[in-house]
T-cell receptor, first 111, second 114 residues
């Protein structure tokens, strides 16, 4: 059974800092891994999707990497801003298509 | 392009009642999936529909059911509500390719069972 873990559960950083969020999964048989952000009381916003054959994806100040063999992904946020404050979730799409989500990392960027 | 629309936004129901939630996907998206989000269990997959057929189902009791119409709109039904069904129910749509189609979420329906 696929398990997805995100560490840390919460993170507080000063504005301008570069930071890394971690995601690990137990079964490497996945179609893709996605990173989302969720603002309070809202749905999830897709940030990046990495296909199983890819190693990384970039969008603006965000860079996500995938190492399937070790069951790890990282989301790198450069030059953090207060508007980046949100909960960040990773999700994997395993071979049986049953989407699995991590519990999320709650990020606070202080001005 | 309009995003994923979920209605209603909030619902309050009594134990034993049933409820139907609605989801309108992004135009052109053929896949709709449903999720339950609670503080204790996090985000859990309920089921996914693609072109009116259920493609996958999560580990939820049979009280939870869904369907998808020919225009890709989807409904989710929960019968015989229990207090533990109180949650944020999220719907997501995608083009449907399991390899490279990102999920686009609606803002959810907040269900409270009293």
């Amino acid at each position: 059974k696929q398990e997805v873990t995100q560490i840390p559960a919460a993170l507080s950083v000063p504005e301008g800092e570069n930071l890394v969020l971690n995601c690990s999964f137990t079964d490497s048989a996945i179609y893709n891994l996605q990173w989302f952000r969720q603002d309070p009381g809202k749905g999830l916003t897709s940030l990046l999707l990495i296909q199983s054959s890819q190693r990384e994806q970039t969008s603006g100040r965000l860079n996500a990497s995938l190492d399937k063999s070790s069951g790890r992904s990282t989301l790198y946020i450069a030059a953090s801003q207060p508007g980046d404050s949100a909960t960040y979730l990773c999700a994997v799409r395993p071979g049986n298509n049953d989407m699995r989500f991590g519990a999320g990392t709650r990020l606070t960027v202080k001005p | 392009k309009a995003g994923v629309t979920q209605t209603p936004r909030y619902l309050i129901k009594t134990r034993g009642q049933q409820v139907t939630l609605s989801c309108s996907p992004i135009s052109g998206h053929r896949s709709v999936s449903w999720y339950q989000q609670t503080p204790g269990q996090g985000l859990q997959f309920l089921f996914e529909y693609f072109s009116e057929t259920q493609r996958n189902k999560g580990n939820f009791p049979g009280r939870f059911s869904g369907r998808q119409f020919s225009n890709s709109r989807s409904e989710m039904n929960v019968s015989t509500l229990e207090l533990g069904d109180s949650a944020l129910y999220l719907c997501a749509s995608s083009l449907g390719n399991v390899y490279n189609s990102p999920l686009h979420f609606g803002n959810g329906t907040r269900l409270t069972v009293t």
